[in-house]
């Protein structure tokens, strides 16, 4: 079916602002991913999936502009011993840098070996993005594919010593960055995954992620303060037996974020946590869209998403389980909260199960509510100031999200950053 008219002239006056680089291993990939932006167009708020969020902003041709922020906070992991991979604006700074040569890893970046005319991501690049456009259109991602400028190619082949950081500094009021990265963890290595920063005034990141049998993912990140950035990412992950996949983000701050999630549990027994806290005041906008497929026996899969919405803030979470026949046993969990300070805000939310197999345990809840009165009574009457009551009880809410994170370093320091904002916000 042929494209609407407005849909066709929004999508080629974005493309006539960009640039595909051109050749080497990655070419096939990037033809196959704009044939299918061609195919698809970019996002409208009448595309059932952006109904609770308006894209356009996100595929009009020039960046909406972002004031920089500016803070005195010591670096988000910054006492961590970390290789740390520092991309400002989408590109990469090699003086910021540590030397990418880490034990059991090997990793490349995306523009030094573009022109090559083999590389091992060749059969990972854009195949996993691909596979996620079923049953759900991502077009986004697929513009990501096609015109990614830089990314990190990562090759875990045993255990390294230490986390992975990617670092995204914001510099220009004016950037658009798409980075792309590629991560393969081959049978019963395990690696970390750090990632901070705004990266840009409007950022489009894809990340695919091939997990092999008994491998072992860990994913933290914390999206940028900057208040006025725009971001769209996209973590695409598949699964292999007894493989274990775990992602948490912290979002503060940005006037737009939207983050989705797709997941394949292709092997028996794998494991699949995907989790989410987020603070917002004021125009602040941000969106956990998630798709889960289990297609293997005995796995299991957690969504727990937590939102605390103030002054007008906007919250949403579209999250759906699939689980195709065969997939007895599966173990499926979703979550979706929001805790709303005023009677201004507002969360959207869209919880989604799909079941195929009848040997299974699939649950979804979904929850939006005030501050408890009873116990903010009892806190008050001893002793303890109101601010300080609501920010207790609103840490509280936000526990089960964060205690997602299985390094108890980490999690104490996102629960640092999270105790930091709202004494910052206190009314």
């Not at 995306?110 to 690049?125: E, I, K, N, S, T």
């Not at 513009?143 to 995204?168: E, Q, W």
Request: glycine share 8%; with cysteine; hydrophobic share 40%.
């Amino acid at each position: 079916m042929a494209l609407a008219q407005p849909k066709t002239d929004a999508l080629e006056a974005r493309l006539a602002a960009m640039q595909m680089p051109e050749g080497g291993w990655s070419a096939l990939a990037r033809q196959q991913a704009l044939a299918r932006l061609r195919k698809m167009g970019l996002p409208t708020r009448r595309d059932e999936y952006w109904k609770f969020t308006r894209p356009d902003t996100l595929v009009q041709p020039d960046a909406p502009r972002a004031a920089l922020f500016h803070n005195d906070e010591a670096p988000l992991f910054g006492d961590m011993d970390r290789l740390k991979i520092v991309f400002v604006d989408g590109v990469f700074d090699p003086q910021a840098s540590d030397d990418l040569a880490l034990d059991g890893v090997t990793i490349d970046r995306l523009a030094a070996v573009q022109a090559r005319d083999a590389h091992w991501a060749q059969g990972l690049y854009g195949t996993l993005e691909s596979r996620g456009q079923s049953p759900v259109e991502r077009p986004l991602a697929a513009l990501n594919t096609a015109f990614a400028t830089d990314g990190v190619l990562i090759h875990v082949t045993a255990t390294p010593s230490r986390p992975i950081s990617l670092v995204y500094h914001h510099s220009d009021t004016g950037s658009d960055a798409i980075l792309h990265h590629v991560i393969r963890v081959e049978n019963g290595a395990e690696v970390t995954i750090l990632e901070n920063g705004p990266a840009a005034a409007r950022f489009n990141k894809c990340i695919e992620i091939d997990l092999a049998d008994e491998a072992r993912l860990h994913h933290v990140r914390a999206q940028g303060r900057d208040h006025k950035r725009r971001a769209a990412t996209h973590i695409f992950a598949r699964l292999g037996r007894e493989s274990v996949f775990k992602s948490f983000t912290l979002t503060m701050n940005g006037v737009l974020t939207r983050n989705e999630v797709v997941l394949e549990l292709t092997g028996d027994d794998a494991i699949a946590h995907v989790a989410g806290a987020c603070v917002g005041d004021g125009d602040f906008h941000h969106d956990d869209t998630v798709f889960i497929t289990h297609d293997a026996v005995g796995c299991e899969s957690r969504q727990v998403f937590k939102k605390v919405l103030r002054n007008g803030a906007t919250g949403v979470f579209q999250g759906k389980i699939l689980v195709k026949a065969g997939a007895q046993k599966t173990d499926g969990y979703q979550i979706s909260q929001s805790l709303l300070l005023d009677e201004d805000s507002q969360f959207l939310a869209k919880p989604e199960l799909e079941i195929y197999a009848d040997d299974v345990a699939c649950s979804h809840g979904s929850t939006s509510g005030a501050i408890d009165e009873t116990a903010l009574f009892y806190l008050c009457s001893r002793g303890v100031p109101r601010g300080e009551a609501t920010d207790l009880l609103t840490l509280a809410f936000l526990a089960e999200a964060v205690d997602e994170i299985a390094d108890e370093a980490l999690k104490a320091e996102i629960v640092s950053r999270l105790e930091g904002w709202l004494v910052r916000h206190r009314t």
